[in-house]
Structure formats: C-alpha cells, structure tokens
C-alpha cells in the first residue's frame, strides 16, 4: 500500500504515542491529536475470497457485541465481520445495488438489537433482524401528499429515537425527512428543498443526538455544506456549519460526534459542537469526492470520499470510501 510522506499527517513523537500494549512500529501512520489520536491499521479487512467488497456506497454500523456490520452494492449487501476484520456471515443478495443508510435500535423484546435499512433504488425502508430475517418493509410516504410516485422517494438514511420514533431522509428524492411511528406508519414531514434555515439539500445522513436533555435529530445537510437540527417532531433548531465540506453521515460516541466528509477527511465535533480535529485529509481535490480512484493511488492515512464512519465501544473508529473497489479502513484509538 502507497504511504504518503508523513509531514503531511498528523504525526505524535513515537515516545508519547503508545496503546499501553505493544509499542507502534516506526512506519506507524497516525492521525489526529490528543484522546483523538489514531492509528491507521493497514490491511484490516480480509474479504471472503480475497477478492474486492464491491461498491462502497452505504454504511457501517458496529453492534452492541463489537460486531460490525456494513453494506456493498454487489453480492451479499450486508456483511458482518470481527473487529480484527475476519468475515463472519453475509446476506441480502436481493437487496444489492442500494442499501444506503443503517442504523440499530433495541429489540422490543429486549433481547439484543435489530436492524433499520434504506434502499434508494427499491425505494423502501426495512426493518430486519441482525442474520437477515426482513420482520418488514416500508414503501414512499404516499399519504404526505408530496410524491406523484413511488419512484420519487430515494431514501438516503434512517434514525431510531428512543420511543421508537423513526426518521428517514429522502436524501436522493425530494429532500423531505419523514416521521413515522414504531410500525413505520407515517406521521409527517419536514424540511424540503432550498439552503434557507430548516430547508435541505441532500439529507444525506441522521441521527438522533441524544447528548442533550431533550433528544434532538441531526441531519447531513451535505449539498447545504452543514448539520441541521431539529427537534423530534419537525421543528427547526438551529445549524451547525463553518466546518464541513460535504457531510454525509453523523455517528456518535458519548459526547463526541464524527462527521465522514465526501470530500475527502473525516470531522470530530465535541459535545459543544465544536471542532476537535480533521483526520486524513486528502491534500489532492483531484481524489476528493471521486468513485474511480483506482488502488495504486489509494494513500494510507488519507482519505478519498468518506460516506460512512462509526466507533466500536473501544473507540476505534471504521470509515467507508465511497469507492468502485470497496474501501473500509480501521484506526486504532491510541490511549493517551
């Protein structure tokens, strides 16, 4: 794999840089500073047969046994694998081509947690089981009276509140996000197109942010270069800008947000919505935001067009290219 010159990453002093285990190699490539400092784990993933992922153009989520499951565009959707990248299972053969947005909510029987999927080209929403038994599917939100057809809705991604209240942005569609209930039985809607304050262009990701007193959901503005927020029934909050390129998705880890930029870094907010740090940024614009980098030109350390990123309970962060080949890197949360 290409290195690129180390001045242009964020590089600590291998004496401070320790995981308390095993020393890093010399070559280690580092991102970040600080509690957010990390280690770029070079190939991390062994995909079954050896081969290509396919088309990364979805998410990843990691469940509540360090599991981490993600989607391609070929073969197999959805694919879980181990967090030192072993494969475990795979399924969804006929959910290929589209599954997008990902989230977990728990089981309401209270034993374990199940899945939430967007599929922008069956134009669907799915609730399934984490080893593939679909319990049911959601069509376009006809009853908001905003759609001609079905064919309009291309869901982008999907948010769990803590009720049960579910969100899905029609990031690809109309730019609306819809509300629903626990069944999946629609509410209504919010948002729609335009860059005025509580309009949207690409709702490209969400999240209900839950390190406030009151639950809020976050939307990746991505074509309006920000976060909207609004509370859980619709009404407009408030932005969050100044920092982002093109976000796509929001994932968070107690009081810290990471934001996967398409144009080519990943951001750290703090709970005060702040900027923590950029990692990876690609200094090339040329590779930014592009489907077609070829391997020869992939650079460890930095990234080309981040479309999805979570943390594992460790906090050890997964980031997904949206990339023809399949790209999904692990790094490795130095303790400090």
Sequence with gaps: MTRWPLLLLTVLPLACASTGADP?????VLLGSGEHTYVWVDDWLAVPGGGDLGNTHGEIVVDDRGLIH??????????????DGSFVSGWGEQFANGVHGMTLAPDADGDGQVLYFVHFNRHEFVKATLDGEVLWRRGAPMASGLYESEEQFRPTSIAVAPDGTLFVADGYGLHWVHRYDA???????????GSEPGQLSTP?????????????LLVADRENHRLSIFDLTGQFVGLIEGMLRRPCKIQQRGEFLVIPDLAGRVTILDGSNRLVTHLGDNPDASLRAVNGVPKDRWVD??????????????????????????????LRRVAR
Excluded: C
């Design 70 to 83: 993600l989607s391609t565009d070929e073969g197999q959707a959805l694919m879980t694998f181990r967090e």
């Design 204 to 216: 490209h990701g969400l999240l209900v942010d839950t390190r406030t007193d009151t639950p809020q």
């Design 24 to 28: 890093l190699p010399a070559d280690a």
């Design 301 to 330: 350390g930095l990234f080309l067009a981040p479309h999805s990123a979570a943390w594992d309970a460790k906090g050890d962060l997964y980031v997904m290219d949206w990339n023809r080949w399949g790209r999904v890197n692990k």
């Design 183 to 193: 069944e999946g039985q629609y509410i209504n809607s919010f948002g729609g197109p």
